[in-house]
């Protein structure tokens, strides 16, 4: 059928409804010669990141490394994802060192990981992930955008050749003391000539190989522009390791554990310690890192959706159920705990990937290198790595973006420009907090400001006042319905329309009953039209039923799930 897949949404007995699927060629190894090239880039944005984030966390080194690892070969495998990747999360840095710390051992800290994955999982049976659609496109758009100028602010540096602040640490107060501005002052005093050039180079090579004359040469549509980079800068840091002022220090390469035989290779896996079952410390901390996982998770799942160039949906339950299986398992081996993250995610859809085996094969790119290769990992300069992520940070923070949010109005723009703010000057979740607790108070204030429709084109003076109540009347309309009534002229006749009504808050039913005994006294008369308002019929049941051909259920009415 041309590639197509038949898709099962509903049955009933006698009765089965299906869709064909547009999206063609979508299976795990059919669109190969897209998701490798994709992989490679993915992979080599990891490598850093995955060591650098077990850097700032206080964590082995190598556990970074197997948390990628499970992130792509089992949670990729799990996953309904077709773009996101997984793997050590930044924004969970600060909590593994403060939980390290606390616990008193890695091993320890390794157990809770496993609990968090328990919970995760739970999470995912019980259906948490519909949290994730609870997310304004605002916020979401402005948390891409706050990463991007993130990782530009924070690759600057890098860029320069100092690297005190190790990669991942995407935090506004830094590891090394210092935060992401004071740190591009202090980078002048630290300039290295040689990694400059390797930059300049890399961003040469990425900028050319975006331009559509290139794109037309067969031969290097399978070559991505960030491998070239990559090996135009092992080969520039060969060639400058002779040269004074410009060989690059052990610090402004990779610098991933090295062992000396196979059996060294596994022997860096650590176990976590169960004997501390009875340790009410590990649960809290477990309890701290699945929540704080889990929304990370689905913030990185909502986003990777929005980038996606075939808007395909990711089913966020599954999600939340592979990320927890994906950390039990990084829990049993040693592993930090792992998330979906945006920088790969971002990296694997910008580099062209288009299933989940661009994901697998960056963890099997991972695990091999890891073991055969780490000696050509270690030549890889910072600095070529800053290029492709300076490169990655423009392209989530076109300014044609903020342009579009701006032309969207104030209701967008603001919460938008708020996420990003939050992001840069904060950390990722506290600025996508205040993103939402502005968009929030936005629709609170519209809530307030329409609690009731009135025609003023319609009325004429002397004939009744009608007002036209919403069908949400809510608490929060108390004191808008509180003023009108009470500025109601004497001798007026009101009549109070509740017959669209669905809701009417017991607070505003009061108002009303003191407004109609208080208008005796001013010769107002007052009409109710409609119901009590306390039609609290379920929307989305009402669709299953009349849509769906759901039965009615004879016990309690519960929503339908479409999740």
């Known amino acids: 059928m041309c590639g197509r897949q038949l898709k099962l949404i509903w049955s009933m007995p006698g009765k089965t409804i299906i869709y064909m699927n547009s999206q063609k060629n979508n299976g795990f190894f059919s669109n190969l010669r897209y998701d490798f090239p994709a992989s490679m880039v993915v992979f080599l944005v990891a490598v850093p990141l995955c060591l650098g984030i077990a850097l700032a966390s206080g964590a082995p080194l190598f556990s970074g490394v197997i948390a990628g690892m499970v992130g792509g070969l089992v949670v990729a495998l799990l996953s309904g994802s077709s773009l ?16 390290i710390q606390e616990l008193g051992t890695f091993e320890v800290f390794l157990f809770a990981v496993v609990i968090a994955g328990v919970i995760q999982l739970i999470l995912g049976i019980m259906k948490a992930g519909v949290i994730g659609y609870y997310f304004p496109s605002a916020v979401i758009k402005g948390m891409l955008s706050g990463i991007g100028i993130i990782i530009i602010l924070k690759q600057i540096p890098h860029a320069f050749g100092y690297d005190k602040d190790p990669e991942g640490d995407f935090a506004f107060f830094q590891q090394d003391g210092q935060n992401t501005f004071s740190e591009l002052t202090n980078m002048f005093n630290y300039i290295s000539p040689g990694a400059i050039i390797i930059t300049l180079v890399s961003l040469a090579i990425l900028i050319l190989w975006e331009r559509p004359f290139m794109k ?202 708020v996420t990003i703010v939050g992001i840069v000057f904060t950390d990722l979740l506290i600025g996508i907090a205040m993103g939402m607790v502005v968009a929030i108070m936005h629709i609170l204030w519209n809530n307030y400001k329409i609690p009731f429709h009135f025609d003023p084109d319609n009325y004429v003076k002397g004939e009744p006042i009608r007002i036209q109540f919403s069908e949400d009347v809510s608490f929060l309309n108390k004191a808008s319905i509180l003023q009108t009534l009470n500025h109601m002229p004497d001798n007026s006749h009101v009549i109070i329309d509740t017959s669209k009504t669905k809701n009417l808050h017991p607070d505003v039913q009061e108002i009303i009953d003191d407004f109609k005994q208080n208008a005796t006294t001013r010769d107002i008369t007052v009409e109710i039209e409609g119901g009590s308002g306390r039609n609290r019929q379920n929307p989305v049941e009402q669709f299953g039923q009349a849509v769906l051909d759901q039965p009615v259920s004879k016990k309690k009415k519960k929503p339908v799930s479409f999740l």
């Not at 996101?84 to 939980?99: E, F, K, N, Q, T």
């Open 216 to 417: 037309k040469i067969s031969a290097l549509k399978v070559i991505q522009g960030p491998l070239v980079a990559v090996i135009a800068g092992i080969g520039l840091n060969m060639a400058f390791s002779t040269t004074q002022g410009f060989s690059l220090r052990v610090d402004q390469v990779v610098n991933i554990p090295v062992p000396e035989t196979l059996a060294g290779f596994f022997g860096q896996f650590t176990f976590p310690d169960f004997s501390q079952w009875a340790n009410s410390q590990v649960y809290v901390i477990a309890l701290t890192i699945a929540v704080v996982a889990s929304l990370e998770t689905l913030l990185s799942v909502e986003a990777t959706d929005k980038l996606d160039p075939q808007k395909r949906v990711t089913p966020t339950n599954r999600e939340l159920m592979a990320q927890g299986a994906g950390n039990m398992i990084s829990g049993l081996i040693g592993g930090l705990p792992v998330t979906q993250v945006i920088v790969r995610s971002s990296a694997n859809i910008q580099s062209g990937g288009r299933t989940k085996a661009a994901a697998f094969i960056h963890g099997l790119l991972l695990l091999g290198s890891a073991m055969a290769i780490p000696h050509v990992l270690n030549m890889i300069p910072l600095a070529s790595l800053a290029a492709i992520l300076l490169v990655v940070g423009y392209k989530l923070a076109k300014p044609s973006l903020v342009k579009e949010m701006f032309g969207k109005g104030k209701s967008q723009f603001i919460p938008f420009v």
């Open 84 to 99: 996101g990747v997984s793997g050590p999360a930044a924004g969970l840095a600060v909590i593994v060192l403060s939980s």
